[in-house]
């Protein structure tokens, strides 16, 4: 039922962005199509986006049904007579453009799944260094201090620290 319910949204999707671009596909900036390009790249991505993230080659078939049965139902002449795809370049462009871009995404092989190494063996702890107990005497830097000498006696008030004579 999930799996259902999935594809009919994606065909709904599929249904507004086939509108969207192929209505928009004929815009030019001078002459650069820029709808073609857009539309393509919006299409294009949608497509990959939803078999990428459903993993499902029936939801990428029901994006790329909604998207080419709106671009088949509006191309044709509208009740007043209107074209919205006319029979130009740029509209057959626009035709096979989409219809590749659903080939191409529904047909690409699908990827195996990375799948992380499973440990079959408990990994060894690595052995602890051994503790430190002494310091050798080579490590051990003697630093020399000049200390300056006490006097064994310090002279009192009024005596002299000098010999007599």
């Known amino acids: 039922m999930s799996r259902v319910l999935s594809w009919i949204a994606a065909a709904l999707v599929g249904v507004v962005y086939g509108a969207a671009g192929t209505i928009a596909h004929s815009l030019m900036w001078g002459v650069i199509p820029v709808g073609l390009i857009i539309g393509g790249i919006a299409c294009g991505a949608l497509l990959v986006a939803v078999r990428t993230l459903t ?4 939801a990428a078939l029901a994006t790329a049904i909604g998207m080419l049965g709106t671009l088949l139902i509006i191309s044709g002449p509208g009740p007043g007579g209107s074209v919205i795809v006319p029979n130009t370049p740029v509209g057959q462009i626009w035709i096979y453009l989409v219809a590749g871009l659903a080939l191409v995404v529904i047909a690409w092989p699908s990827l195996p799944q990375r799948r992380l190494p499973v440990a079959t063996e408990a990994v060894a702890e690595p052995e602890a260094a051994p503790l430190i107990t002494s310091v050798p005497m080579e490590a051990v830097v003697m ?23």
């Open 55 to 58: 993993h499902d080659r029936g």
């Open 143 to 165: 630093v020399a201090v000049p200390i300056a000498p006490v006097p064994s006696e310090t002279p009192r008030r009024g005596e002299s620290s000098g010999p007599t004579s």
